[in-house]
């Protein structure tokens, strides 16, 4: 049974059987735009060849069959790909992380320096980190699946304590929504 890859505006988007990629193609989660590659071919080709073509007698009896994820290889370059697609939950956690570190390193240091006060280096460097966290969310609510005004609506509640902590949680275990894309 061969790979069959899968690319979707430059971006390889996962690898599966021609009959699990068949039914996706029913499903709606590829579409006839979307490009093909196989061992024995020399470039890529369109989905809707692939799917206009008989299928194979060893690929009808398939096991079951799993969900499309997204593949990093083949990326154009990882500002496309974030573009895109978002961030994972690895990067959206580490930039939480590494925002607060850094803010608050950067902001005790300027302050035992003496070129800060407490108040202009909180004031400084806390709308930094208000500015880092909606970019990050935004990115990572792209990521699972949510698009437009609620997206935006999703960030902004970010901000209120109690829908921030629902939001961090949403962001941090739901995984990417390959069906939305």
């Known amino acids: 049974m061969s790979t069959i890859y899968v690319s979707r505006e430059g971006l390889q988007i996962g690898n599966w059987s021609e009959t699990e990629v068949r039914d996706f193609f029913k499903e709606g989660k590829l579409i006839s735009t979307d490009l093909y590659w196989k061992e024995d071919m020399t470039d890529w080709e369109s989905l809707e060849s692939l799917i206009q073509a ?21 990326a154009p370059s990882l500002l496309m790909r974030i573009k895109n697609e978002g961030i994972g939950r690895v990067a959206y956690l580490l930039s939480i992380v590494l925002t607060i570190v850094i803010t608050y390193s950067i902001t005790l240091g300027l302050v035992f320096a003496g070129i800060f006060s407490v108040n202009e280096a909180m004031i400084t460097f806390g709308s930094f980190e208000v500015v880092f966290w909606a970019i990050i969310t935004v990115l990572r609510l792209r990521n699972i699946g949510h698009e437009g005004g609620y997206l935006w609506g999703l960030t902004l509640l970010s901000f209120v304590p109690l829908f921030g902590c629902i939001t961090v949680i949403m962001c941090l275990f739901k995984p990417f929504d390959a069906a939305n894309r």
């Open 54 to 74: 008989p299928i194979p007698s060893s690929e009808n009896s398939s096991p079951q069959r799993s969900s499309p994820t997204r593949r990093e290889a083949d």
